[in-house]
């Protein structure tokens, strides 16, 4: 299959998963659905029992997680796909539901392209969880939403890298509902 084909087809499916036709002034009287992360997954990606970490490196580990996270959400919502793609390992790998994985830093920075030239923008993310798993490992979960869709994050592994920041090395969301 011709790269412009594949690359067509994939942009039509995300077009078609978007686009949502205004909602009447009745709908917004309705309490639209909330996403909620299940109340295990934290606890399943927890650090295994009795993994000692240090409270110097949970700290060092949350602060350049916190530091990184705002990188990416500044990127985003400047429209900045290669600053928010700079943010993930090379080798990342990315699961985007319902569009499928992407893996490395070329294919995540052609998806979040794609999405940011749709006009989607404005990135929140609400009930942040961080859990330091490692001594330079950390989980992020969290409902987010933007101006045009809303979801969850179920696992941001964000991994401590030589120069002390923080990437990506796992970013697995999902896309519940469009606005």
């Not at 400047?78 to 700079?86: I, L, Q």
């Not at 943010?87 to 569009?99: D, H, L, N, S, W």
């Not at 893996?103 to 940011?116: D, E, L, R, Y």
Request: zero cysteines; hydrophobic letters at 45%.
């Amino acid at each position: 299959m011709k790269k412009t084909t594949k690359t067509s087809i994939i942009s039509a499916v995300m077009a078609t998963a978007f686009l949502v036709s205004a909602p009447s002034a009745v709908a917004h009287e309705h309490k639209k659905p909330q996403p909620k992360l299940p109340m295990n997954v934290v606890d399943y990606y927890k650090a295994p029992q009795g993994l000692q970490i240090s409270d110097a490196d949970k700290k060092r580990v949350t602060e350049a997680v916190l530091k990184a996270s705002e990188g990416w959400k500044s990127a985003f919502n400047r429209g900045d796909a290669a600053g928010a793609a700079n943010q993930y390992e090379e080798g990342a790998v990315m699961t985007a539901m319902p569009f499928g994985i992407f893996i490395g830093k070329v294919s995540i920075q052609a998806f979040w392209t794609n999405i940011i030239g749709q006009g989607f923008d404005d990135v929140k993310y609400m009930g942040t969880k961080l859990e330091v798993v490692s001594g330079d490992a950390a989980i992020v979960s969290a409902s987010w939403e933007m101006n045009n869709a809303y979801g969850i994050i179920t696992k941001e592994l964000w991994v401590l890298q030589k120069d002390g920041s923080a990437k990506l090395r796992v970013d697995d969301f999902e896309i519940v509902g469009a606005k």
